[in-house]
């Protein structure tokens, strides 16, 4: 359940959300960023991203099930391609504009060992 804030300037439905939780994940962006050079094959990610392609199938599909992504199909391949590349572009350097006015120095590598030490704190 969403919590509701009486003056809260919009109102948040749960699809909202699913945008945002695929575009977390960093092996989900950096997908995007090699498709943001065009249309690839499945087989192409697995092999430029070095991961099974049982992984890369998965977050494609949450990709696809979120509209970042479409997928054709050609026989038995899947093409997959950024569904609207100028809005992502747009909502990525969005959320650097956020960063930056809020005076936040982040970097990937610090979230990641923040939250692996979070965790061995717990």
């Known amino acids: 359940m969403i919590p509701v804030v009486d003056n ?3 109102e948040v439905a749960d699809g909202h959300a699913a945008p945002f939780h695929a ?7 950096a997908l995007l960023q090699h498709l943001s050079t065009g249309e690839h094959r499945v087989r192409g990610l697995v092999e430029h991203m070095h991961l099974a392609q049982s992984t890369v199938s998965k977050h494609l599909a949450c990709l696809r099930d979120c509209g970042l992504v479409t997928v054709r199909t050609e026989g038995r391949a899947s093409w997959f391609a950024l569904a609207d590349p100028a809005r ?3 909502l990525l ?15 990937l590598k610090a979230h ?3 939250a692996e030490l979070e965790e061995g704190e717990l």
């Open 23 to 29: 575009l977390s994940e960093p092996t989900r962006l």
């Open 88 to 90: 992502l572009t747009d």
């Open 112 to 114: 990641r060992d923040h």
């Open 93 to 107: 350097e969005t959320a650097e504009t956020l960063l930056a006015a809020s005076g936040a120095s982040l970097s």
């Open 8 to 10: 809260a300037p919009f």
